[in-house]
């Protein structure tokens, strides 16, 4: 038998705050915080326009997507990529 349980504060956030792109992820009770200078990140598909996206840049990386439908990630990577060239 096996048993899925989802937390109800599991989520991703994604912001840009203070001139930082800044990530946050909570899954399980882990708490995962990781910020990035926007003119040095790289947001990409991990494999395909419909994996997670991975956000990269200074040496670290974070996957992000998981609580978005896998064709509307694609556009989330736009968005994201949108707000970084305005920052």
């Not at 910020?35 to 996206?53: A, G, K, M, N, Y």
């Given at each position: 038998m096996m048993l899925y349980a989802?937390?109800?504060?599991?989520?991703?956030?994604?912001?840009?705050?203070?001139?930082?792109?800044?990530?946050?992820?909570?899954?399980g009770g882990h708490y995962e915080r990781t910020e990035f200078l926007p003119h040095q990140v790289q947001i990409e598909p991990q494999t395909s326009d419909r994996s997670l996206i991975e956000v990269s840049g200074q040496g670290r990386s974070v996957r992000v997507g998981r609580y978005v439908r896998p064709e509307l990630r694609a556009a989330l990577a736009r968005e994201i990529r949108m707000a970084l060239r305005g920052a």
């Amino acid at each position: 038998m096996m048993l899925y349980a989802r937390h109800a504060t599991d989520g991703e956030k994604i912001e840009l705050q203070g001139g930082r792109l800044v990530v946050e992820l909570e899954d399980g009770g882990h708490y995962e915080r990781t910020e990035f200078l926007p003119h040095q990140v790289q947001i990409e598909p991990q494999t395909s326009d419909r994996s997670l996206i991975e956000v990269s840049g200074q040496g670290r990386s974070v996957r992000v997507g998981r609580y978005v439908r896998p064709e509307l990630r694609a556009a989330l990577a736009r968005e994201i990529r949108m707000a970084l060239r305005g920052a």
